[in-house]
């Protein structure tokens, strides 16, 4: 009788997982598929957002199908870490992600990103195509987070032969290539812009918007023959420099009636460790080298024409992807995001690209539309940020909420899709690691930023701007308001301490 209880064990244990198998297969049949799209470096200078300049006619109607988020924020402006964050739930204070070069597999091996869960919990079949992680900067992707490998695409790219002085390897290209890593300031600067008469799909964006496309056609036959469902992250390069769009998307502006920086210095009393001039923009040609070199006013006109350039063309090509969920008759069980990385500064305080704790580079449009859950033409004041976006999409996919290994600050925003004025927090929390790491704290009114050395003893230097009287930073007020600043920093103390930079 003993010896036959391993046997009766064994069978058990088999029928238990075989019921739990088809238990799965029953639950993936009715899970809604995910589109996620990145969007690198998107602000929310788009129409749906107010700005009367932009031509974003598709994202203008992504964001009437589902809710808007007027104020949400990333957690880090700069694209590797800010990908992260999305994809771990993790603040970089709680990772130590911080840097372009940073690799998640050495800092955190068994780390379960947003698309393993879903694979794992929900059965998903999940796919990602161009800029999904950082690819660049000694960076290689996460081919442990999809379940067939990655679509890479370029980030990087020129037609225009005199972009390249005749088609040598440029700086950035260099960087985004992981070639030359060490000698990048031997190599000569790409255009900052080019417009050259080109068709979608001669650039990277074209390319993942028709291969996304055809993904999304298997699909729907994948679902309709064994019921799994998708989860395909679609990355999207433009907005990000260099400003390479066709000729018919700058045509669709008047570079003249453009808006040009208001405000062109740094916050009055801001300390220096939180401002910015040169970096990034100045490994572009014909940007001044020199950081505090003055733009002339025809070169921020091309930088900003550009930008808006850039932004169309990649609302061009979002428009293709959903009018494809929409010809599969996918669009009734698909949960749609759209997620711009973080924002951008065009001239703002005269800082150009992003890599601060300031408002246009901390800024970003979520969109959602969830079938049965949001409303049509929805917007919400409530305040949101990268790492909510996990949560709340497994639970919408009525998957059990994210538990790590890694440190999980994102909350569930289902409750805000519901109801436009529920509150799920009373601030957005990011960060910015310089020659002190600041910290920052985002409320309805203000934002407070703390600069300090991770684990240095040196008093705190703060930032304090207040966007009902001055949504412009044009002056620190935390020597003014010290009121406002003892009960922002209370709230920025309830956080663990931040972890040290690895890379
Ligand atoms: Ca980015």
Not at 55 to 83: E, H, W
Not at 446 to 473: F, M, S
Request: charged share 25%; net charge negative; hydrophobic share 35%.
């Amino acid at each position: 009788m003993l010896s036959r209880l391993p046997a009766i064990a064994t069978s058990l244990a088999f029928i238990f997982c075989f019921f739990l198998a088809s238990n799965r297969a029953v639950q993936a049949k009715e899970r809604p598929n995910v589109l996620l799209i990145l969007v690198d470096d998107l602000k929310p200078a788009l129409g749906c957002y107010g700005d009367s300049h932009a031509k974003t006619p598709n994202i203008d109607s992504l964001a009437n199908r589902g809710m808007r988020f007027d104020m949400a924020y990333c957690n880090q402006a700069v694209c590797a870490p800010s990908r992260f964050t999305l994809m771990l739930g993790s603040h970089s204070t709680s990772t130590g992600l911080y840097g372009l070069g940073s690799q998640l597999r050495q800092i955190i091996p068994d780390a379960v990103t947003m698309p393993q869960h879903f694979a794992e919990h929900g059965g998903y079949r999940t796919e990602s195509l161009g800029k999904i992680f950082h690819i660049g900067h000694g960076n290689h992707g996460d081919p442990e987070s999809f379940s067939v490998p990655h679509f890479k695409e370029k980030v990087i790219e020129y037609l225009d032969p005199d972009s390249t002085d005749g088609g040598q390897l440029t700086r950035e290209e260099a960087f985004f290539t992981n070639q030359m890593l060490g000698q990048i300031k031997s190599l000569p600067r790409g255009a900052a812009f080019e417009s050259p008469e080109a068709a979608d799909e001669d650039y990277a964006d074209g390319r993942v918007a028709a291969e996304t496309m055809k993904r999304l056609q298997s699909a729907k036959q994948r679902r309709q023959t064994d019921g799994t469902p998708f989860f395909i992250a679609a990355g999207f390069a433009r907005p990000h420099l260099p400003f390479s769009a066709p000729q018919k998307y700058w045509d669709l502006y008047d570079r003249n009636s453009l808006p040009m920086p208001e405000h062109e210095t740094l916050p009055v009393d801001a300390p220096k460790v939180a401002g910015k001039r040169g970096g990034e923009i100045s490994n572009y040609k014909p940007v001044p080298t020199k950081p505090n070199a003055e733009f002339g006013g025809d070169l921020k006109r091309d930088l900003i024409h550009g930008y808006y350039a850039s932004t169309s063309f990649v609302d061009a090509q979002i428009g293709k992807v959903i009018n494809e969920l929409d010809r599969l008759e996918l669009s009734d069980n698909t949960i749609v995001v759209l997620w711009g990385d973080h924002g951008f500064h065009l001239g703002d305080l005269g800082i150009w690209t992003k890599h601060t704790n300031y408002e246009q580079a901390n800024r970003i449009p979520i969109l959602i539309t969830a079938p049965g859950v949001t409303q049509p033409g929805t917007s919400t004041k409530q305040l949101a940020e990268s790492v909510d976006i996990f949560p709340t999409l497994t639970e919408l996919a009525g998957l059990p909420s994210p538990t790590g290994p890694q440190p999980i600050d994102g909350v569930s925003l289902v409750p805000v899709l519901k109801d436009a004025s529920a509150r799920v927090r009373d601030h957005a929390y990011h960060a910015y690691p310089k020659r002190k790491l600041g910290r920052a704290i985002r409320t309805e009114r203000y934002r407070l930023v703390q600069w300090k050395q991770i684990d240095g003893d040196e008093a705190p230097i703060y930032e304090l701007y207040d966007y009902q009287t001055d949504p412009l930073e044009t002056k620190n007020l935390a020597e003014d308001r010290p009121d406002v600043v003892e009960r922002l920093s209370k709230t920025l103390a309830s956080y663990p301490d931040p972890v040290r930079r690895n890379r």
